[in-house]
């Protein structure tokens, strides 16, 4: 049987949609689809895939990784298809040859009528969004860097509040009395130790320059994609510590690597101790009575943290 390989996109957005399109012409007319197409003879997938994106949808795609690669018989051919996880760099994805599209939200993936080789992938989409999500609840709360930072402060008589949202940055934890945000940053997402510009201040270029550290692994697939989040997220960080501290505020950063077993309680101690040291300073006046500890007693949050 003759086989046909192409290449094909999932395309994604911040909230977890994908792109679906409406096939305009042939024997499949009106089957959805991922927007793609076949392979041209000497081109990588990932070539085929951002060439057809371009000349179907006039859309520039980021290609982040592969999902699956899917066989199908058809009645007449064999189906090789090469699926990647998207995402739109620029364009409208304005329908060339597709006849309508529509945003699928994860409960609408079953909504539309899906040709039988992109159904297959549908489902493996579905099936790792389940496990991201058990994944997730694995993880949930009680583990989190963020809880032990919690339960430590806890332990040693701090009380505070939790991702108070009208400050910039929604600071994990927030301690009033002492003017003090708390952040608890993983090493990947934050970029511990990692730097994205030079000691001039110049971006560093993504390609090779940026080094990985020893708590942040930078992915060698799509490096310039992780390096360029990392760098967004660290300008943010180094943003709203700025504005917070026109404001008033000390912003303490925990890492996750200074959580670990080993290090833990060194870590927590020394938070203790810089809070301490803000208290004091800020009543340093002599002779003046320390001001009543239940200046904000029942605001508190009373939440069992033990
Ligand atoms: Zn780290």
Not at 9 to 34: C, L, N, P, S
Not at 218 to 228: G, K, Y
Not at 250 to 273: F, G, M, N, Q
Not at 280 to 289: F, I
Request: charged share 35%; hydrophobic share 35%.
């Amino acid at each position: 049987m003759k086989q046909i390989e192409v290449v094909a996109a999932i395309i994604h957005d911040d909230e977890g949609r994908i792109f679906a399109t409406q096939r305009g012409y042939g024997d499949m007319k009106d089957g959805w689809e991922f927007p793609g197409g076949k392979m041209e003879p000497g081109e990588s997938p990932e070539e085929a895939l951002k060439r057809e994106i371009w000349e179907e949808l006039e859309t520039r795609i980021v290609i982040e990784r592969l999902v699956q690669t899917v066989e199908y018989d058809y009645p007449k051919f064999h189906l090789k298809m090469h699926c990647f996880w998207c995402h739109i760099e620029s364009g409208r994805l304005t329908l060339k040859e597709h006849e309508a599209s529509r945003w699928l939200s994860k409960n609408q993936f079953d909504c539309v009528d899906w040709l039988p080789a992109d159904r297959i992938v549908v489902e493996k989409i579905k099936e790792q969004a389940r496990r991201h999500k058990n994944m997730a609840a694995i993880h949930s709360k009680d583990t989190k860097p963020e809880m032990i930072v919690r339960r430590g402060l806890w332990k040693r008589g701090f009380r505070y509040r939790l991702n108070s949202p009208k400050l910039p940055g929604h600071p994990d934890l927030v301690l009033r009395k002492y003017r003090t945000c708390v952040f608890v940053n993983g090493c990947f997402w934050h970029g511990h130790h990692v730097e994205v510009k030079s000691e001039k201040g110049e971006v560093k270029s993504e390609r090779g320059e940026v080094k990985s550290s020893e708590c942040c692994k930078i992915p060698r697939t799509n490096r310039e994609f992780w390096v360029a989040k990392i760098r967004r997220n660290q300008e943010r960080d180094t943003e709203e510590q700025k504005r917070l501290a026109e404001m008033g505020w000390h912003c303490i950063t925990v890492w996750e690597c200074e959580l670990k077993p080993s290090k833990r309680e060194d870590t927590l101690t020394s938070l203790a101790y810089t809070l301490n040291r803000i208290w004091l300073k800020d009543h340093a006046v002599v002779g003046q009575p320390y001001p009543d500890f239940e200046e904000e007693g029942a605001n508190y949050l009373k939440a069992a943290e033990e």
